[in-house]
C-alpha cells in the first residue's frame, strides 16, 4: 500500500497540467488500488501503448525501478519506445559562450542572456553544467575532445551548445577561425565514445550558416526598436551546399541550428537570440508532455512567425533546423517533477 500511496503522490506532482486527472485522483484517496490510478491516466490518455514514458519515469521517482522491464511487452514499445531517462544522471551539459571576438569582428551583444537561459533550463533538468566563455578554435575542440573521453555509463545524454558567429557547418572561435562541425559531432560517436553508445548525443547550435536573408518589407517605427544583430563572418563558401555531413552516420544524434543552410542567425541585443529563447521557453514548458522533436518543430513554428527588425526599417524572418538520427522519443524530466 505505501507504493500506491506514493505513487498516486507522485502522479499529483507529475499531472499538474492535467487538472481534470488531478481531479480524479484525489478522490481515489489513500485506499485507493493501483488498477484504478492506471485507468485513469490511461482514460485521459496520459500513458497508451504509444507512450508509457510517463509510467516509466513514475516507477524510476518511487524507487522501483527494477519493475521497468515490465513495460516491454507493452504493444507497440519498441516501435514507438523512447529513450530512458533518469533524472539522478541526466547527463553533461556543456555550453560554449562566445561573445568577444579578435581581429575586429563583431561583439556578439545579448549572448549572455542565451548562455543564462540554457543554464538555467538544463540545470532545471538535472545536468550536469559545463560553462566556457570566449573559446579560440583550438579550445572549442579541446572541450568536446575532454567531454568525449569522459565516462558517461550513469548518465542518460549528453548536450553541447554552441553560441558563437558561423558559417555553412562551421562555427567560429573568437580568434576567427572556423571549426567545421563535423569535428565535434564525430567525437561521440560509438567507436570514440563507448559510454554513450545507444544514447542521445544532443548539438544545440545559435550561429548563422551563411549570409542570405529574407526581407520582408520596410516597417514604419512609431518608436524606436533595437536592431538585431546577426552572427555571420563572411568567408568564400557556397552556400548552396547541403549540410548532409554534419551528423555521423550513426545513429542518436540530434543537431538543431538556429537558421538554414546558406541563412543569417538573429540576436536581440536586449533579450537574446530568438531560437535560444524560444527553445528554453518551450522544453520549460512542454518538455513532460512532448518530447524533443515535437518541441522543436513547435519552436521552428514559433521562430519562423517573428518579423525581426534589422535596419533601414526593414524586417526579415528566419526559420530554424534540425537534422537527427535519434530511433527514440526523448522526454527530459524536471528535478521539481520528481
Known sequence: MEDVTA?????????????????????????????????????????????VSFLYQ???????????????????????????FDQSYSGKCVIINNCK?????????????????????????????????????????????????QDHSRYSSVVVCILSHGGLRSV?????????????????TGSNCKSLAGKPKLFFVQ????????????????RPVARALNDVIRVETDEDDTVEDVIPDESDFLLAFSTAPGCSSYRDPNNGSYFIQALCDQIQKDCMRNHLLDILTDVNKRVSKYDIPIE????????????TSLTHKLHFFPVNSR
Open 7 to 51: 505513487m498516486i503522490q507522485k502522479s499529483k506532482d507529475c499531472l499538474t497540467n492535467f487538472s481534470p486527472a488531478v481531479r480524479q485522483i484525489e478522490k481515489i484517496g489513500k485506499s485507493g488500488k493501483i488498477f484504478e490510478f492506471l485507468n485513469i491516466i490511461q482514460e485521459k490518455k496520459h500513458i497508451t501503448s504509444n507512450n
Open 58 to 84: 513514475l516507477l524510476y521517482d518511487i524507487n522501483r525501478g527494477e519493475l521497468v522491464h515490465f513495460l516491454e511487452p507493452i504493444k507497440g514499445y519498441e516501435s514507438n519506445g523512447f529513450y530512458p
Open 101 to 149: 571576438f579578435e581581429n575586429d569582428l563583431l561583439e556578439r551583444i545579448g549572448s549572455n542572456l542565451d548562455a543564462d537561459e540554457l543554464l538555467k533550463t538544463f540545470r532545471q533538468l538535472n545536468y550536469k553544467i559545463e560553462r566556457h566563455e570566449d573559446l579560440k578554435s583550438h579550445q572549442i575542440l579541446e572541450v568536446a575532445d575532454t567531454l568525449s573521453k
Open 172 to 188: 567560429y572561435g573568437v580568434d576567427g577561425f572556423p571549426v567545421p562541425v563535423r569535428n565535434l559531432t564525430e567525437k561521440f
Open 207 to 222: 550561429a548563422c550558416q551563411g549570409s542570405k536573408e529574407q526581407i520582408v518589407q520596410r516597417r514604419i517605427a512609431k
Open 312 to 323: 533601414d526599417n526593414q524586417t526579415v524572418k528566419t526559420a530554424p533546423s534540425y537534422y
